[in-house]
Nanobody, 125 residues
Framework: VELAESGGGSVQVGDSLRLTCAAS????????MAWFRRAPGKEREFVAA????????YYADVVKGRFTMSRGDARNTVFLQMNDLTPDDTAVYYC???????????????????WGQGTQVTVSS
């Protein structure tokens, strides 16, 4: 079972990036999926999450309106479109998957079963 993130990089303020998380080893079509990030010297924080059927998506307030999370047609891939990036978005971004007991309650908690290795996003001013 593996989650692999890709698409990170070094960009300038106001630029966009699209992160991809590809799941392998099993089907994640029935799993809730999420993105978290950890900035240097800070705790891991929730970024976005989407329910297993894609019917509900939540965002952290700090990214709402700039980031969009979506699932691929095969449902084993999720994307995070990040627009209007700022230096505060600099972090390692992690993909997570799990079957949450209550998605609407737990979506922002690190209670997911599977985690990727992360991809670095660096935004320079």
């Amino acid at each position: 079972v593996e989650l692999a993130e890709s698409g990170g990089g070094s960009v300038q303020v106001g630029d966009s990036l699209r992160l991809t998380c590809a799941a392998s080893g099993r089907s994640f079509s029935a799993y809730d999926m999420a993105w978290f990030r950890r900035a240097p010297g800070k705790e891991r924080e929730f970024v976005a999450a989407t329910s297993w059927n894609g019917g509900t998506t939540y965002y952290a307030d700090v990214v709402k309106g700039r980031f969009t999370m979506s699932r691929g047609d095969a449902r084993n891939t999720v994307f995070l479109q990040m627009n209007d990036l700022t230096p505060d978005d600099t972090a390692v971004y992690y993909c997570a998957a799990g079957r949450l007991f209550s998605f609407d309650v737990d979506y922002g908690m690190p209670r997911y079963d599977y985690w990727g290795q992360g991809t670095q996003v660096t935004v320079s001013s």
